[in-house]
């Protein structure tokens, strides 16, 4: 039956299990959770009673009535624990505080990183942090972690990759940092998973649907989500959808290859190609420079969206570049479910959807035997961030089925845990 997930009744998982099937379920019953876990109704009984006494699931009314006694419905406690999400890159940082249910419930929005020395960066984001805490009044101990989104990370070296130029951080020890300064617990993950993990979670999308997500910053993620969990491979570089190479012959990457997706699509590949008309340049006051990237290409793309001939052209070129990668991907992993995300998509992402959704629709190797939905979900700077939140509420609430390669250790001195 499709959405049941089997589990065994001695797994140490089960109760995170239930927990999450509440979470995914909206409202469900107990009888609702035994038919969908597999679990006897004495173990269901036993495990939602620790959950409300604990405060992470409440009772909220009565469901239809099957003949005999109505059931009572159970939903998650969204204010019962809290969690913090960083998206951290050299243009700017996103913080949000999110419910254990993934609704934001503050955020705030600073300068990026890569002025000043990291320590003194991590200095900075620990004295933000605890600022916006304390402007919405919560208190740490209801804080279960902080979660952090990079643009490029080695999880096994604890380094970070902010842009090409923020090498200082390539060394150093982020989590570490972090943690030992707001003595909380700090997990972290490359930007595109985080912001598939929170479609996935805010979604309320079942473990049973494997979806990817498109994620668009100054360069290219993709996030892939495999039985409720981000598939990660050796490195945890799984999506790598920026260095796809689409020209063999095409222009140097900084990666070291050639052709690809990035040099080829990038919004810094847009806005060098909209360097190249002067008359165009002018008209939309773009700089050219690297600490102008964003607002070069957010003209372009506000040009484009308002039907400049010239901007829609740039914004095309480069959607039907994104779209033959997407489409590449969906044919190798057969996937019916695509979200494009991420502050690269906030003004032009209709214009992005319609060329890559065409090109899928039209092209795709599974287009007779199933369709494929190419959808423009959270555009906004906050989607990582909000993934990064999640990250953390799904070690708080979800089941590993196979060891997860984000970057907290088991030698952590705080581990996560619902108390």
């Known amino acids: 039956m499709s959405g049941i997930r089997r589990l065994g009744p001695s797994s140490e998982n089960t109760r995170s299990a239930i927990l999450d099937m509440v979470r995914s379920s909206g409202t469900v019953s107990r009888i609702e959770l035994a038919e969908m876990s597999g679990l006897t109704a004495t173990s269901i009984t036993k495990i939602v009673?620790?959950?409300?006494?604990?405060?992470?699931?409440i009772e909220t009314g009565f469901g239809d009535s099957t003949g005999g006694k109505r059931r009572s419905l159970l939903e998650l406690n969204p204010r019962a624990r809290f969690a913090v999400g960083l998206s951290l890159d050299d243009a700017r940082l996103t913080y949000v505080v999110t419910d254990l249910g993934g609704t934001v419930v503050g955020q705030l929005v600073s300068p990026g990183v890569g002025r000043a020395a990291p320590s003194v960066e991590i200095q900075r984001i620990a004295e933000e942090l605890e600022q916006l805490l304390r402007r919405l009044h919560i208190p740490a101990g209801d804080v279960v972690g902080v979660g952090v989104a990079g643009a490029g990370l080695d999880l096994g070296a604890g380094a970070e990759r902010l842009s090409v130029t923020a090498e200082d951080w390539d060394s150093f020890a982020v989590r570490e940092a972090l943690e030992s300064r707001i003595g909380l617990p700090v997990v972290r993950d490359n930007d595109a998973a985080c912001a598939a993990l929170g479609q996935f979670w805010v979604g309320r999308i079942p473990a049973t649907q494997d979806f990817a997500t498109l994620y668009?910053?100054?360069?290219f993620g993709m996030g892939l989500m495999v039985g409720g969990s981000i598939a990660?491979?050796?490195?945890?570089?799984?999506?790598?959808?920026?260095?796809?190479?689409?020209?063999?012959?095409?222009?140097?990457?900084?990666?070291?290859?050639?052709?690809?997706?990035?040099?080829?699509?990038a919004p810094r590949a847009v806005?060098?190609?909209?360097?190249?008309?002067?008359?165009?340049?002018a008209d939309l006051g773009l700089t050219g420079e690297h600490a102008g990237l964003r607002h070069d290409f957010g003209a372009i793309s506000r040009g484009a969206a308002g039907g400049e001939e010239r901007c829609v052209a740039l914004i095309e070129s480069s959607a039907r570049y994104v779209g033959a990668a997407v489409l590449s991907v969906v044919n190798l992993l057969d996937l019916d479910r695509v979200y494009l995300q991420g502050p690269g998509f906030a003004d032009a992402g209709a214009l992005y959807v319609r060329t890559i959704r065409g090109l899928v629709t039209r092209l795709a190797r599974t287009r007779t035997i199933h369709s494929v939905s190419v959808e423009l979900a959270d555009p906004g700077l906050t989607a990582a961030a909000v993934g990064a939140a999640t990250l953390v509420?799904?070690?708080?609430?979800?089941?590993?089925?196979?060891?997860?390669?984000?970057?907290?250790?088991?030698?952590?001195?705080?581990?996560?845990?619902?108390?």
């Open 393 to 419: 509420l799904q070690h708080v609430l979800t089941p590993h089925t196979r060891p997860e390669r984000t970057e907290v250790h088991d030698s952590a001195p705080r581990p996560i845990t619902v108390v």
């Open 232 to 265: 990660r491979g050796a490195s945890s570089n799984v999506g790598e959808i920026g260095h796809m190479v689409l020209d063999i012959d095409g222009p140097a990457c900084w990666c070291g290859s050639r052709g690809c997706l990035e040099i080829l699509a």
């Open 49 to 57: 009673k620790s959950l409300l006494d604990d405060g992470l699931v």
């Open 271 to 281: 806005v060098a190609n909209a360097m190249r008309d002067p008359r165009l340049s």
């Open 216 to 219: 668009m910053s100054n360069g």
